[in-house]
């Protein structure tokens, strides 16, 4: 939230023109970067609307959050205002998203996507965008969650007339979601006061800051109703536009013997594996042929004991990219291909027959597998050498095939707790995005501490286990891995640092003496006490992320240095390039360093890298952390 006051307290800033600075200041604080243009615009333009209009509605003492972030996610409501009922006298809140569109129109008559002059993509209709937000709302916030009935929403589409936006009143409207033009501003005032009294909405405001942020609804572990019965998670703005973009071209396909490939693009966490399993699970009941696939064996057999315990044919829902080598041309409606960016050149390896090495590209039998393939994909978390998954292979082997490509980006990001801040701080610190390490200033989004040992690093996450977080440690791969371990007996501590030694992770399929097999060391507890690596870690998240920082990758001076020979991961071949082992390694900490959803905890092997470590998280950063 970047501020917050009375109604009549923000009309004042406005009106002296101090708010827009204030604004201008604490973005930047909280974001690490200025806004731009159209940003800062958009407030002059739009927040002045608003106050005016709860002024003229004798509610000037309502309270205004704006810029109000949603829990565990970078998106924010452009206003929440918070109240007291005027009928039951409880607390009452409502969420306005702001529009400066003059004009709106249905994509291909579908109410749910509009376009919009100023947009290339098709956007969600601010009805359904505020619905999702009200909704995600009631998802995380525990004061709302136990009285979803204390929350409504509004989009207030003030530059545009009704003709222009006639439309988008196609979509259902319900209390959630609504949408208001200026000429209907007598309707809008009369929503405001059904809603909020003309008291102080403080404690309000106060109950909803100071609300229990329940967990995160986490993907493996509502997987199962996902797929089985109904839609478990709140799609949010391009997120849905994604999932919606499928699906009609999925009728398309259908209705038209068309034949299109779609591509997702996205960061860590941007929701990617989200909307594969909405899309899995929506075109699961409603009778399509779909499969979801993966370069990932934790990934899958997750999704195989998670999602399929009680039913063995969603066990068979999630498959290999290598899987799809003898498949018929368009036997499938739809093939969701989740962490895309983890293809391989080509499906054959040594245990594949003869006959079946046909030297085609794996990318080439994904397209053909399905009428309908979709790649969701992240090109910046590549890992190992021979990944090949980006957005210009997908689109030159498509058009190969006479095949057109619809590109969808997303850009808001859900794991780390939402931190935008961290995410950044994370790519300056490991030099994959220009200007080098800068300090780390705490938000109250994502915590983050440096330690001083192993042994500090497992005790406070210990501490966090017995506060009920999840929690596990990873490393980079600078030590060796036992792969075979005598029945009986306890897996091989191969973890050392000094006087401290754990083992790695289980490898391999079976269980040892407790510790859960590799697939599920990031969603088992018993994995706590392993040390996980990165083709554990990816795709997972934890509450509470542990992270040693081995010897390959040291600070000397200014800048980074990795050492190749220390590395044990045997992927690294000599052949490799120097540069691909130095993008590589970066690559694989980043992915450790953002698996984390409320924290992280770092710790380097190396002494000049922990003073390095020190020196950009200060004390000040642990001050916050929970005790």
Known sequence: MLFRDSAAAVAAEIHSSALFLRLTEQFAHVHGYKPGASEVRSWERSLPVVMNALLDAGLGQVEVLIEYSLPLNSKRADVVLAGVHPKTGAPSYVVVELKQWSS???????PLLCRVDAYAQPVLNPIEQVRGYCRYLVSFNGVL???????????????????????????????????????????????????????????????????????????????????????QFVLLDEQRVAY??????????????????????????????VIALSLLGELYR????????????????????????????????????????TADKNSLDVIICDEAHRMRETSANRYTRAAHRTGKPQVEELIDAAKVPVFLLDEHQVVRPGEMGTVEEIRDAAAAKGLQTRVIPLDSQFRCGGSDAYLRWVVRLL?????????????????LTVVDSPQELEAFLESRRAEKYGARMSAGYCWKWTTKVAPGQPLPADVVIGDWARPWNVYGQRAVMGAPPAALWATDPAGFGQVGCVY????????????????????????????????????????????????????TYKVLLTRGMVGTVIYSTDTETRAKLRSLVQPKASAALPV
């Open 104 to 110: 709106a129109t249905p994509e291909d008559g579908e």
């Open 431 to 447: 030099g994959l995005e220009d200007g080098g390490p800068v300090e780390w200033e705490p938000d109250d989004k994502m915590q």
């Open 244 to 273: 919606e973009l499928v699906l009609r071209a999925v009728r398309r396909a259908r209705q038209a013997d068309h034949k299109e490939v779609v591509v997702v693009t996205g960061g860590p966490g941007t929701g990617k594996s």
């Open 536 to 587: 554990t870690a990816q795709g997972f998240e934890y509450d509470w992320s542990g992270v040693i920082l081995g010897p390959d990758l040291v600070w000397r001076g200014d800048r980074w240095v990795t050492d190749r020979t220390k590395s044990k991961d045997p992927v690294f071949k000599k052949s490799t390039p120097d540069a691909d082992v130095d993008r590589l390694i970066r690559n």
């Open 145 to 231: 969650t136990a009285h979803p009935e204390r929350i409504a929403g509004a989009a207030l589409l003030h530059n545009a007339t009704e003709f222009g936006v006639s439309g988008l009143y196609e979509a259902e409207q319900d209390e959630y979601g609504r949408l208001f033009t200026w000429e209907r501003r007598g309707q809008f005032l009369d929503f405001l006061k059904s809603r909020l009294a003309p008291v102080s909405g403080a404690a309000a405001a106060d109950e909803l800051q100071g609300a229990k942020i329940g967990p995160s609804k986490q993907l493996m572990a509502v997987a199962a109703e996902e797929v089985r019965d109904r839609e």
């Open 286 to 325: 409603s009778g399509h042929t779909a499969l979801h696939a993966t370069g990932s064996s934790s990934f899958t057999t997750t999704m195989r004991k998670v999602a399929g315990a009680r039913k063995r044919e969603v066990q068979d829902l999630f498959k290999y990219f290598n899987s799809f080598m």
